[in-house]
């Protein structure tokens, strides 16, 4: 085909296929920054909170005054059925879309492409490793404050 039309033909092609490989350049240019000024942001915004949390520690201490007296208020029972509540909403194996959907929008904030293998993985392992950790501290941390609600934790568990 392209011996049989002379050259003045073909300079129209040539120029429409470096006009569509300029403007794909472009496009891939313009993702990468989007992804690296998506995670310059995320790391600004931890650096911001962390300074935060480090020289607002005033505020801090004060706010946790404030949450230490109010969980020491409630009765066990309440405390225990509040423990069950948000483990089983947030941790709770029988929510996976909501995880994904969760992994998936960080996974995205970060700047990276959607991948399902990726995100499968982290469903099933992330909660789990949640779950992990927060049993530990059930165990270690409330059997010394508080013996009473570890046992009305594993009646209203089981």
């Not at 995205?108 to 399902?116: E, L, Q, R, V």
């Not at 909660?127 to 594993?154: A, C, E, G, M, Q």
Request: aromatic share 14%; proline share 3%.
């Amino acid at each position: 085909m392209l011996k049989e039309y002379p050259e003045a033909h073909l300079q129209k092609p040539r120029i429409k296929i470096y006009k569509e490989t300029i403007q794909l350049i472009k496009m891939h240019n313009e993702d990468r920054t989007h992804t690296i000024l998506h995670f310059s942001t995320n790391i600004i915004c931890f650096v911001i909170l962390s300074g935060y949390s480090i020289i607002g520690n005033e505020e801090l201490v004060i706010l946790n005054s404030w949450v230490q007296e109010f969980l020491y208020n409630l009765s066990d029972t309440i405390k225990a059925f509040s423990i069950l509540l948000l483990t089983d909403l947030c941790i709770g194996f029988h929510s996976p879309h909501g995880w994904e959907l969760m992994i998936g929008s960080v996974y995205k904030d970060f700047g990276f492409a959607h991948n399902d293998q990726i995100i499968s993985g982290l469903v099933s392992t992330f909660p789990v490793i949640l779950d992990t950790i927060f049993k530990y501290w059930i165990f270690r941390y409330l059997n010394r404050v508080s013996p009473s609600l570890v046992v009305i934790y594993h009646s209203m568990k089981d």
